[in-house]
């Protein structure tokens, strides 16, 4: 029952931002295919960020036709840090789990980073509307994202001046991979996507006059292509397929790749026309996904460590912007990528700072320990005051401990740190001291006990890994 | 003689206390007190890039003076290096320095098809990549690496100060140690909780690296908090630092480092660059916070006779246009001015001539100096690794250091 119990855990961590030990014990009499359905099901319908207003509704015809991107820009900052924790409390809290993970999963692999938040909205409901459809869809669509554009220096790529920021990113970080196409390819693929553009009112628009209509040769070819040529020129070499299936496998299955079963996949999936539902079902429905080395061999990312929190307990901070400060201070800010290569991966997140800080935060969100942290304010030059960035040293936490309490009712009190730990850790617990857990517990009433003993669970190594 | 025998109690201390695993054994003491006199390097980023135009000034040159209308400095105002450069005058200590023959200016350093993204530029600078290439290593972090092949590293031979690291200090197999202060840390790997977990017995796990590198992790945050700890009370600095996180910081440095820690690198940020817009004061007021650290810092370490053993790296992720802005500031710009400070150079002075203001890249100035030149130098001849295999390819060094 134990081992069904893990692997419930498993696909959920995996497909999701993990489980309540409530909601696992209900899903305990289900099948792994009968969850696998249930989870895709549950994605089907899903609703997009609406957070930020579409800046150009309620405008008169002749104020958008003169509208200046620079509009775009007013109150960008504030509204990001909101659409950052908005968009981690639907993380927590949808019912499309699978859906809100893929969308993080591409947020990630198309890692952008304009000051225009409508734009990063806009970017944002993209990747989750293709997150488990069509990737050949997906990156159409991301081609012409309006904030990708901006970010890839293709405002600046025109037929006079060609800019192979934007060509050489989609081949070497979204599809192909280095040593998979060539800087001719660069350079003339560059030219199709000639006169791509960012308009002032943050649409796509494609500027004729400035695209380069004639002859390129590209991957051994020649012919007048259009960027969207190309773009499907790169989709119909298999070494695409592999790229995506590799990285699927190793965010959703293992850092370390095996080469077998990452080749049958992505051959599937080329199959599929690159549909990433397929890819997905391929993975969950398999027997060595479900295998004791690829569970919890990963490393929580900070959002991700942060989400779990909020998804176990419910947590609200008081202060919203401790979570933001968190986010920064682990490596991890949403809508802020280190650069279009994304953010660190696997046991890259940890560092003697860092681990210290992971250990710490439950303590700290619920009043155990205080926040002693400087946060120092690399964005000063988005125009924000230090004042701004200042959390107060106590945080208060509300969070919802009823499900928590109900559930371990019945289990004797010897029995509750194991309970807990099942529940929370999936990786090897040899090193997790039970008695020092209860010792290190609050013994006063058995409420408080469950509560620090689950405290204490969040803080332990092993809690960090997924 | 008190301070010898502390030293020597806590060095077999901090070596045979804790229940170290294998993988962290040093291989033996004696590298330990030979490296204690080793040589040190610390890092100053000037984060938001810094005006070097305005931080080093070719106050002679019709052209900066054209472009710069109102905020450039004239021969009246600059402290006079030679006949065409002069340092801002808040930078009176950093002037001192320089007559002391303890102060090297290297112009025009940058790097091939320069990025003016804050974030992209400081990537290149920490991870030493090409502009085109994605590191997820920083060149401190690989220097950790390097030497951890040859046993006898921890966290804190590169520490940082700041509550988390950054990319420079990331290497693939070790990363540096991130602290604001050695004592809170150390207050928080003592928490008897965490002190429980910091020392439980080890046995691989084959299939879950990550279970180990975690727990490796915290074992060595914890001693490596106990060795700063106990290093920070040999020796307390009186000397008077300038009042602001960046004076802290470097007084915490100075403690250590007069104090014989075995770091190697010291990694610290004076942030507040980015002046787009009125950048007159502000500027002043920030080199002048820089000058101030500095100059408490170097005189500390001389009356400890350390500066000799000491180099300090003072740079930023870009610099900025030649040609003001219409808001009294400047923009991003690309190739900047790079500063080295010791007792020990070997060529002090202004190494290369002044950047050249005519022959522009739209408007910025062109880089003659690649940055991981000035790295290589670093790391061969300073720290004393061999600078190819950190930074991927071999850079010509330059006659400094």
Redesign the interface.
């Known amino acids: 029952m134990i081992a069904k119990q893990q692997q419930i855990q498993h696909l959920y961590q995996r497909a999701g931002f993990g489980l309540r030990p409530d909601e696992l014990a209900k899903k305990k009499g289900r099948s792994i295919p009968k969850l696998v359905e249930e989870l895709f099901r549950d994605s089907e319908k899903y609703s997009q960020l609406r957070f930020i207003p579409d800046p150009l509704k309620g405008r008169s015809d002749k104020e958008v036709k003169d509208l200046k991107l620079a509009v775009l820009f007013v109150k960008s900052f504030q509204q990001l840090q909101k659409l950052n924790l908005h968009w981690m409390d639907k993380m927590a809290t949808d019912s499309g789990q699978l859906r809100e993970r893929m969308t993080f999963f591409w947020h990630n692999h198309f890692a952008t ?1 304009v000051k225009i938040s409508w734009l990063m909205q806009v970017q944002n409901n993209t990747l989750r509307k293709h997150a488990l459809g069509s990737f050949r869809k997906m990156l159409h669509a991301i081609a012409k994202d309006p904030a990708m554009l901006i970010y890839l220096n293709n405002q600046q790529n025109t037929k006079k001046a060609p800019n192979e920021n934007f060509a ?1 990113e989609v081949m070497e ?1 979204f599809t192909l991979g280095e040593g998979k196409y060539s800087e001719q390819d660069i350079k003339e693929s560059a030219r199709a996507f000639t006169g791509w553009k960012t308009n002032r009112k943050g649409q796509f628009e494609f500027k004729r006059k400035q695209h380069d209509f004639g002859e390129k040769t590209f991957m051994g070819k020649k012919g007048n292509f259009s960027g969207e040529e190309i773009i499907d020129m790169i989709l119909d070499k298999p070494e695409c397929a592999e790229f995506i299936t590799r990285k699927v496998y190793q965010y959703f299955v293992n850092p370390v790749v095996d080469e077998k079963i990452v080749k049958d996949l992505s051959k599937e999936f080329y199959k599929s026309d690159y549909d990433i539902s397929t890819l997905l079902l391929n993975i969950f429905l398999s027997d060595w996904f479900y295998e ?2 690829n569970r ?4 929580k990312s900070p959002v991700e460590l942060i989400v779990s929190y909020k998804r176990l307990l419910d947590i609200e901070m008081r202060n919203e912007r401790f979570l933001l400060q968190n986010q ?4 991890q800010m949403l809508f802020n990528p ?4 994304g953010w ?1 991966h ?3 997140w ?8 992971r ?2 935060l439950p303590g700290i969100i619920f009043g155990m320990d205080e926040f ?7 964005y ?2 988005m125009g924000v005051q230090d004042n701004e960035v200042w959390v107060p040293k106590r945080q208060k936490a509300h969070a919802n401990w009823k499900p928590i309490l109900k559930h371990y009712r019945n289990v004797p009190t010897r029995e509750l740190a194991g309970a807990i730990v099942d529940n929370l850790i999936l ?2 617990k ?2 997790i ?1 039970l008695k ?1 857990l209860r ?2 517990a609050d013994n006063n009433d058995r409420e408080s006990l469950i509560k620090t003993l689950f405290i ?1 669970c969040m ?4 809690f ?2 997924c | 003689m008190s301070n010898r025998r502390d030293f020597l109690k806590i060095s077999s201390l901090a070596s045979a206390s804790l229940m170290l695993p294998n993988f962290l054994k040093s291989t033996g003491k004696a590298n330990f007190s030979s490296s204690t006199q080793g040589k040190v390097l610390v890092v100053i980023q000037l ?2 890039g810094n005006d070097g135009l305005n931080t080093v000034v070719p106050f002679r040159n019709d052209i900066y003076h054209e472009n710069r209308p109102k905020l450039g400095l004239g021969k009246e105002e600059v402290l006079q290096m030679n006949d065409e450069l002069g340092l801002h005058p808040s930078l009176e200590g950093m002037m001192n320095l320089y007559d002391e023959g303890e102060v090297s200016v290297i112009n025009s350093v940058g790097y091939p098809n320069p990025n003016r993204s ?3 530029s400081m ?1 290149i600078w920490q991870s030493a990549s090409r502009s ?1 290439q ?1 590191l ?1 290593s920083g060149w401190i972090g690989r220097f950790l690496d390097s030497a951890c092949n040859n046993g006898h590293i921890t ?1 804190h031979t590169a520490i940082e100060l ?4 950054s ?1 420079a200090l ?1 290497g693939k197999q070790i ?6 202060n050695p004592k ?2 150390y207050q ?2 003592r ?4 002190q ?2 910091a020392k ?2 080890q ?1 691989k ?1 084959q ?5 180990d ?3 490796k ?2 074992i ?2 914890s001693s ?1 908090a106990k060795y700063l700890h106990e290093k920070s009370k040999i020796y307390k600095s009186w000397a008077s630092y300038p009042a602001n ?1 960046f004076g802290k910081r470097l007084k915490t440095i100075s403690e250590l480092i007069i104090s014989g820690s075995d770091t190697r690198v010291y990694y610290v ?1 004076h ?2 660059f ?1 002046t ?1 817009v009125n950048q007159k004061g502000q500027h002043a007021r920030l080199l002048e916070q820089y000058d101030k650290g500095i100059t408490a810092f170097v005189e500390d370490l001389k009356k400890n006779d350390r500066f000799k053993d000491v180099m300090i790296m003072t740079f930023s992720e870009f610099g900025r246009r030649v040609k003001q802005n219409a808001g009294g500031g400047t923009d991003h710009g690309t190739a900047n001015n790079l500063f080295l400070m010791s007792g020990s150079l070997k060529k002090a002075g202004v190494y290369n001539k002044a950047p050249n203001l005519v022959d522009l890249d739209k408007g910025d100035l062109k880089y003659e100096i690649d940055f991981r030149r000035v790295y290589a130098s670093l790391l061969d001849n300073w720290l004393e690794v061999d600078s190819r295999g950190i930074l991927g390819e071999s850079f010509k060094k330059l006659k400094v250091i």
């Open positions: 980073h050489r970080l004791e080395k919890g061999c990963l490393i920064r201070l682990l490596g280190p650069n279009v290569a660190p696997a046991t890259e940890i560092d003697s700072s860092s681990l210290m800080i250990m710490r002693d942290i400087e946060v120092d304010p690399e000063e030059s990786s090897p040899d090193r001291d020092a010792d290190f204490r803080a332990l190594p092993e960090q890994t | 984060s938001g804050h974030f992209r990537d085109d994605y997820q966290p700041s509550d988390s690291l990319l990331k990363k540096g140690l991130a602290t604001n809170s840390l928080a790997t928490d008897p909780f965490i429980v977990l439980q017995p046995q796990h299939d879950h690296p990550n279970i590198y975690l727990h992790t915290l060595e945050a490596s996180k940020s942030s507040g980015d787009h």
